[in-house]
């Protein structure tokens, strides 16, 4: 199998992006292509930062793109087309706060043809890796089933060894108010994430996804809009944070706003942890415009701070506030800043 590979990328050389273009790893897998003469590399990341760590680790990267989605002259068209490809399911801000991202730049350079492959994971989760492919490229037409596999390369017993693991699994079946979906991935130790999305009587959709540091649920409809709840539990310190509200047709909270914080019990198991989760949660309650923008007064301290309140809770004669940076104020109550995302939109 991998002699038949090799042969194949070395009769038609290919393109391969990596975005985590400063991980040693990935440096070196680029080293290795280059040296074997198999592919040609595209490097995401700072262009010194990737420079600096190539030399550090003595990787040959000479003659290799590198491309810094911050500096990227194309952009504009970037964002244009991402725009288009999510019809309406992510605003111009949202696709270029995306794509500064690596994980989503990478994609778009093999959506847009500059690159044939991607290669992603080194410090991106798997779903952080799988979810821009799903969104951006999507399956050939008539596949509505995603599969994927690990190629491990290991020494045992002095010998080495090449395996081939499973390394997703995709489920559907037919609900009382549509279709449910689930999918599995894992990675060579195990089961890393399972994604489960569930049609409900209202129009809503139920979705819940278990990975090793988190259990995350939303209810909300489809296109992001109307009442929602969204609610996370992180696993290794239990601490929790809810949602509750409505988004409006530009997919921003509108009108009363709710938010849950707490720190769950672990002791007992994640079950019970998130069973209970609010048992020792605050609420903290504010009030959105029709544009997404906060109410909620904001003290003075904060204002000097260049930060703006968007709810609080009294207690006593004391009042709290959850705040952010006022210049983030487009971009903090997205539906993916709320939770509200699943792997495979």
Not at 44 to 53: D, F, L, P, Q, S
Not at 253 to 276: C, I, K, Q, W, Y
């Amino acid at each position: 199998m991998f002699e038949n590979l090799i042969s194949a990328l070395k009769a038609e050389k290919r393109t391969i992006v990596f975005t985590e273009g400063e991980d040693a790893r990935i440096l070196e897998a680029a080293s290795r292509l280059k040296k074997d003469g198999l592919m040609d590399s595209i490097l995401v990341g700072n262009v010194e930062a990737v420079k600096a760590a190539a030399a550090k680790g003595g990787f040959d990267i000479e003659g290799m793109e590198i491309i810094d989605p911050a500096t990227y002259p194309e952009m504009d068209a970037m964002v244009a087309k991402m725009v288009e490809l999510r019809k309406g399911k992510m605003s111009e801000e949202d696709c270029r706060a995306a794509l500064s991202k690596g994980n989503y730049f990478g994609t778009m350079l093999v959506k847009m043809g500059k690159a044939d492959a991607l290669l992603g994971g080194a410090t991106y989760s798997t779903a952080d890796t799988v979810r821009p492919a799903l969104q951006l490229i999507k399956t050939k037409p008539g596949a509505h089933l995603v599969s994927s596999c690990f190629i491990l390369v290991r020494e045992k017993d002095g010998v080495e060894e090449k395996l081939v693991m499973v390394g997703q699994r995709n489920y559907t079946g037919a609900a009382d108010n549509g279709e449910w979906r689930m999918t599995i991935l894992a990675d060579e130790l195990g089961q890393h994430c399972t994604a489960i999305e569930y049609p409900l009587a209202d129009g809503r959709q139920f979705y819940v996804q278990v990975t090793d540091p988190e259990i995350r649920y939303y209810v909300c409809a489809a296109e992001r809009t109307g009442s929602f709840v969204s609610e996370s539990m992180n696993l290794t310190d239990g601490t929790y944070v809810g949602y509750e509200g409505t988004l409006s047709s530009n997919n921003r909270p509108e009108g009363a706003f709710t938010v849950h914080m707490g720190t769950a019990d672990l002791s007992s198991g994640a079950a019970d942890a998130f069973r209970n989760r609010s048992a020792q949660a605050v609420s903290y309650d504010g009030d959105f415009t029709a544009e997404g923008r906060p109410e909620t007064a904001t003290p003075e301290y904060l204002s000097k701070e260049g930060q703006m309140a968007y709810a609080s809770r009294q207690e006593g004669k004391n009042i709290y506030y959850l705040d952010f940076t006022a210049e983030g104020v487009n971009d903090a109550f997205t539906p993916e800043q709320l939770g509200i995302s699943n792997i495979w939109e």
